[in-house]
């Protein structure tokens, strides 16, 4: 169980939550960018969009960007879960591969480990 102020101690939780910050920053100023270019599409074409208060139109600026940042963080956090498990994964399958040929070294057998051959496999001249 965790105590109070114990995640700032988890380093796998911090590298996961400074990946949801950097994706939801990149998400906000990407979608940010789209909607101020549909905003500024929609002022110079639309009659209607020209009609809006300023705060309506802040808020569908700010919907935009909020909507981006979700989107982005959520795909960053995907990202950054599978590249973990696929890191445990890989450290998990090495150190079964390396007790493998621990037992087998153990048992004498030649050319496990990168020391000798196993008899007709010299390389050839």
């Not at 890989?90 to 621990?102: G, N």
């Not at 050319?111 to 008899?119: D, I």
């Amino acid at each position: 169980m965790r105590h109070h102020g114990s995640l700032s101690k988890d380093a796998e939780t911090n590298e996961a939550a400074w990946e949801a910050a950097r994706g939801a920053t990149w998400g906000a100023a990407k979608w940010g960018a789209f909607s101020a270019v549909a905003g500024a599409v929609a002022f110079a074409f639309s009659p209607v969009y020209r009609s809006l208060t300023v705060q309506f139109k802040v808020y569908i600026q700010m919907s935009g960007m909020i909507v981006g940042s979700m989107v982005e963080a959520d795909k960053r956090m995907l990202a950054y879960e599978h590249r973990v498990r696929h890191q445990k994964r890989l450290a998990r399958d090495m150190e079964v591969w390396r007790r493998y040929e621990e037992d087998f070294e153990k048992r004498g057998t030649p050319g496990v480990g990168g020391e000798g051959n196993v008899k007709g496999t010299e390389p050839e001249v």
